[in-house]
């Protein structure tokens, strides 16, 4: 399989002398559901924002399909952040928009900004939203407004919404650290058969170690702004996760 | 027995320095008053001035309603208008001052005109304007166009730096440019605020119309003043009147508004 995303000696430092992320090299594929475990505070939200730029990073190099994504801005940055969609922990919806209106955010790269003020979407856009909708069953929600749907349902409105861009890797921050266990695993499953299904890497960031392992194609654990584990689910032993998380009573 | 070793309390002990200030204001207020030529007997002359001036009031006259049906529909075409384009000029301006959305080159031109608008008093402004396009309603339109840019820019722009930026870092991801960005992150977030400001400033259009037209801006104010020229008092009880009656309804008429988007929302 080739490689569709490469870091390369990556860095960065929100204040300068305090390195958050020391040196990071990671490859990934065109397929498959790699998570980023670590405990808080070490790099991996930084790592997933630096992907698709909101946030800048230090040196190192981040090709995407044989394009240097580091160090561009303006048009092709948006051109870039276009093709990558993604998740976040508190949904991030327009809340005050609809449902519908919400998943054609999604497609708010490739319309023009006066269509966009006159919200004309090309129609394509609004069936496949339709469709999205069907596939998160959320089909007759789609007039309600965002603020009055329960946390799993915005979620999956905030996945259908990255869907929305048809991306070519799809980043989840921390997508399931506000919802109980139940709709966290729902979560999980729509990230997972939604990147096979697509044929698109998935890159999802979390805390949860069995999680992780159950949905995971390939864990890669990450401690004090490195990389420490790199590898299949089953690999992942509790060492891994003493020197990953740190000490060893949690694990009992 | 600790209580025994606190000195007399006295809680609310002033400092040395209220008390002087207080004293200075006191001297320099009687001080003013002397300056001023306020005296009793001045005093007493005047009451019977105002029981004549009050006297000759009565009753309003309402037969020239023709002039002040003018007067007014040019009043109520003054705050219409000064709110429309006063509103729509402050929506950029708004968006370029946030602090949240521009950087610093864009926003501190965009506050010194927010604030240079608000500096000075409707009335003031608007003989700026008659000095430069001449007397009537253009004036009026102008120097109330002025204040309300003051005054939704400032609150508008406020409301833009209280959004969420979560909402607007997930538009951003979705690679939308600047302007679609604002549709869809920005405006729905302070649609709610926005159309609250725009009821309060056609309120206050309405009241600052009537009086830009005393310096003759055009409009009832100055439909106002002739009639006090002419010393024609009965005709200014019932413009008063009228004045009162409307600046009720536009009340009125806002909270109607206010009521219909806060229900939805």
Redesign the interface.
């Known amino acids: 399989m080739s490689v569709v995303l490469s870091i390369q000696g990556l860095t960065k430092a929100y204040k300068p002398g305090v390195p958050v992320l020391k040196g990071i090299d990671l490859d990934f594929d065109e397929r498959g559901l790699t998570a980023i475990i670590g405990s808080s505070g070490t790099g991996k939200s930084t790592l997933v924002r630096i992907i698709?730029r909101?946030v800048d990073p230090g040196d190192g190099t981040i090709v995407f399909k044989g394009e240097d994504l580091s160090r561009i801005h303006g048009r092709q940055l948006?051109?870039?952040?276009?093709?990558?969609g993604?998740v976040?922990q508190?949904y991030?919806?327009?809340?005050?928009?609809s449902v519908m209106?919400n998943l054609l955010?999604?497609?708010?790269?490739?319309?023009s900004?006066l269509k966009?003020?006159l919200r004309r979407f090309p129609q394509e856009d609004i069936e496949h939203a339709y469709q999205l909708l069907d596939v998160i069953g959320l089909s007759n929600f789609a007039n309600q407004r965002a603020d009055s749907l329960s946390g799993g349902q915005r979620q999956r409105v905030?996945i259908a919404?990255a869907l929305m861009?048809r991306p070519e890797l799809l980043l989840a921050d921390e997508p399931t650290s506000s919802l109980d266990p139940k709709t966290s695993v729902e979560i999980m499953e729509l990230l997972k058969s939604q990147g096979e299904d697509n044929k698109i890497p998935v890159l999802v960031n979390m805390h949860d170690v069995e999680l992780a392992k159950r949905f995971a194609d390939r864990i890669v654990g990450m401690t004090g702004g490195r990389v420490v584990f790199d590898g299949l689910p089953s690999r992942l032993t509790d060492d891994h996760l003493k020197l990953i998380y740190g000490g060893e009573g949690w694990l009992q | 027995m600790s209580s025994a070793s606190i000195p007399a309390a006295r809680p609310f002990e002033s400092s040395l320095g209220a008390k002087l200030l207080a004293l200075f204001i006191l001297a320099y207020a009687c001080y003013a008053l002397g300056q001023l030529d306020f005296s009793w007997p001045r005093f007493v002359k005047g009451i019977d001035n105002g029981a004549r001036f009050l006297d000759r009031m009565f009753p309003p006259s309402f037969k020239n309603w023709d002039q002040l049906l003018t007067g007014f529909i040019e009043s109520m075409q003054i705050a219409v208008l000064a709110t429309f384009f006063g509103v729509l000029i402050s929506l950029p301006i708004a968006i370029l001052g946030a602090r949240n959305l521009m950087p610093s080159w864009a926003t501190w031109p965009a506050r010194l005109i927010v604030t240079l608008c608000r500096a000075f008093n409707p009335v003031i402004v608007a003989i700026i304007f008659i000095k430069a396009v001449g007397f009537g309603a253009l004036a009026g339109v102008l120097a109330l166009v002025m204040g309300s840019i003051g005054f939704v820019g400032k609150l508008f722009m406020e409301a833009i730096e209280e959004i969420s930026m979560k909402q607007i870092e997930a538009i951003r991801a979705t690679g939308a440019p600047f302007a679609s960005v604002v549709a869809f992150g920005v405006l729905p977030q302070v649609m709610g605020r926005l159309v609250g400001f725009c009821t309060y400033q056609l309120d206050a259009n309405l009241r600052n119309s009537t009086m830009v037209g005393i310096v003759g801006a055009g409009g009832i104010g100055g439909t106002l003043f002739a009639a006090f020229q002419r010393f024609e008092y009965d005709f200014v009880l019932a413009i008063l009147i009228t004045i009162i009656a409307v600046v009720l309804l536009g009340e009125l008429l806002a909270n109607y508004v206010k009521r219909i988007f806060n229900g939805e929302s």
């Not at chain 1, 991030?92 to 928009?97: D, G, I, P």
């Open positions: 698709n909101l948006r051109e870039l952040r276009r093709r990558i993604m976040f508190e991030n919806l327009v809340e005050r928009l209106e955010c999604g497609r708010l790269g490739y319309l900004p966009a003020w905030g919404r861009q």
